[in-house]
């Protein structure tokens, strides 16, 4: 008992020294008029907003494990500023992209975001739902800033200040599953398996594939997982002896490189799809690159980046003269996308003379109808719901450029669309 009384009094103590250092946080924001001012041009201006300068927040993962990832949606987010500033910037500014690398670490991720909070106007991505959803209740309170994350959780809806830029992992889900019964043989009776991570991303695609199956007659067979397990042949062997017709996993590269090469192996040669960060092109120089190619899929929120749309096109060349030594994913999709959505609102809040948060966010919330060039619409007017339902279906292929070629259009299924997340 003692221990435990220690151990309350502990975390009363660092909650007490927490509440201490926000509140002198807020006080030196108050002492400098809370960051809201008349800047150059009639512009009201608040945080990470000067006369010269208009600074965004990228906290990211590039040791961790989304790392190929993060580094394609920070090199292409760092690509757009570069060329907004060269076309002479936003506002009469220039913009400036600050990035911190998390590692797919909690506290990495909420120190990172503490430390740039009052250095910046938004993030332009923030990766990982578990780590978005720790500050959510903060931005809606008290901080305001736009948080465009990597990350599709449908917890993060209901907030003006954290917009999901296309459907959320669970509608997702449901319009993978829609895809593995229409073109891949399910079938009502079938039993589904889904491995996913703990946490806002697996939990949220399986109340996804949960719902899909509800609908389609099926069986989910779950195995649960953590970021840090990279080596599925437990869960194959599981999932095996359960007699699955198909597999969804909803994880990252790794976990899929593995499910898909140690299935395979081990003669479980079913078809299997995943989330929208659950592939990288760079598993297909792994031994576990044939059995991607003829066995897996992913959906997607936007077509590829080998797509043949002159946004597409132009972004490819662009990118491989700026990092000729890198190559092509949907990270720089993702990045390029997030960008341009914060860049839009930037220019509309530059319009109405309003660079504050506030009027970031009043910009952001104008806009139903981005078109970022990848096939998807975005309405990004309703902070409830995600900005589209449709997914793209992806299959790995190493002979086209980014290593990927789109199946199926973007769609919504039927499921998906009479589904609240």
Same mark, same amino acid.
């Given at each position: ?33 809370? $960051? ?165 991303? $697996? ?57 898909? $090469? ?160």
């Amino acid at each position: 008992m003692n221990h435990r009384r220690q151990a309350v009094r502990g975390l009363a103590a660092a909650l007490a020294a927490l509440v201490a250092l926000t509140a002198a946080g807020c006080s030196s924001k108050a002492k400098s008029g809370d $960051g809201k001012q008349t800047g150059a041009g009639g512009v009201k201006t608040g945080e990470g907003v000067t006369d010269r300068t208009i600074s965004l927040g990228a906290l990211t993962d590039m040791t961790g494990v989304y790392a190929t990832l993060g580094k394609s949606v920070t090199q292409s987010q760092q690509l757009y500023v570069k060329q907004v500033n060269a076309a002479g910037g936003i506002c009469g500014r220039k913009l400036e992209l600050t990035v911190r690398d998390h590692g797919y670490d909690p506290q990495k991720a909420l120190a990172a975001y503490t430390e740039l909070e009052p250095k910046v106007v938004g993030y332009t991505q923030f990766i990982g739902s578990p780590f978005v959803a720790a500050v959510k209740q903060r931005v809606d309170a008290q901080d305001k800033g736009l948080v465009l994350p990597q990350a599709w959780s449908a917890s993060l809806l209901g907030s003006p200040y954290i917009r999901v830029l296309g459907a959320t992992y669970d509608v997702e889900t449901i319009n993978a599953v829609d895809f593995l019964l229409k073109e891949k043989g399910l079938k009502a009776g079938d039993r589904l398996g889904h491995v996913y991570f703990e946490g806002d991303y $697996g939990e949220n695609a399986l109340k996804g594939s949960k719902y899909a199956a509800g609908k389609a007659g099926l069986t989910v067979v779950e195995q649960k997982i953590k970021p840090t397990d990279n080596d599925m042949s437990a869960q194959v062997a599981a999932l095996k002896q359960a007699g699955v017709k198909a597999v969804v996993i909803s994880a990252g590269p790794r976990q899929a490189a593995s499910l898909v $090469g140690v299935a395979a192996a081990t003669g479980l040669r079913v078809p299997v799809v995943g989330n929208n960060s659950a592939f990288a092109p760079q598993l297909l120089g792994t031994q576990a690159g044939p059995a991607l190619e003829k066995m897996y899929w992913f959906a997607s929120p936007s077509l590829p980046i080998g797509a043949d749309t002159p946004t597409a096109k132009k972004l490819v060349a662009e990118y491989r003269a700026a990092y000729p030594d890198d190559g092509l994913d949907n990270g720089i999709v993702a990045g390029w996308t997030a960008a341009s959505v914060f860049g839009e609102a930037l220019k509309k809040a530059c319009l109405d003379k309003d660079l504050t948060r506030e009027g970031v966010d009043r910009a952001l919330l104008s806009m139903n109808a981005h078109d970022a060039g990848f096939g998807m619409t975005h309405d990004l007017g309703d902070p409830t719901a995600p900005s589209s339902r449709e997914s793209v279906i992806i299959q790995p292929d190493k002979s086209v450029p980014g290593g990927m070629r789109t199946v199926r259009q973007p769609f919504v299924s039927d499921a998906a669309k009479t589904y609240t997340p």
